[in-house]
């Protein structure tokens, strides 16, 4: 599986999709055995995945509104930032983050989810 021309360390890393299957300033849901993640796609093109359930009730992230580098949730509007999966003061909570990568146009997302930050 692993190419030549990937300098990227991909272990662990399973490849999702291409970037262009993420819509701009939104997300796409992978199910997996760790649950249904969130992959976001930010204002720069830039990657992060969350587990799909805000840290207030459980909302699905991935149908709430980017803006940059934060969404906010559908269902109460907290705004939840992208790169620590962290509510914004002045709520509090954070959801679980997992590891993503863009590699030559290909999205890899690994299941085994970061420290909080
Ligand atoms: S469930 Fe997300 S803000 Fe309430």
Same mark, same amino acid.
């Given at each position: 599986m692993s190419s030549a021309t990937v300098s990227a360390d991909l272990t662990g890393f399973h490849q999702i999709c291409a970037l262009e299957a993420i819509p701009p300033l939104g997300a796409r849901v992978v199910a997996t055995e760790a649950g249904e993640i969130a992959v976001f796609r930010g204002d720069q093109d830039q990657l992060f995945a969350l587990l799909?359930?805000? #840290?207030?009730? @459980?909302? #699905? &992230?991935?149908q709430g509104i980017v803006h940059g580098t934060s969404v906010t949730c559908p269902l109460h509007a907290w705004k939840i930032? &992208? @790169?620590?999966?962290c509510a914004q003061a002045p709520d509090e909570g954070c959801t679980v983050r997992f590891p993503v990568q863009l590699v030559e146009g290909l999205v890899y997302l690994s299941i085994t989810p970061e420290h909080a930050a």
């Open positions: 799909d359930r805000c #840290p207030h009730k @459980a909302g #699905p &992230l991935s930032e &992208l @790169a620590t999966g």
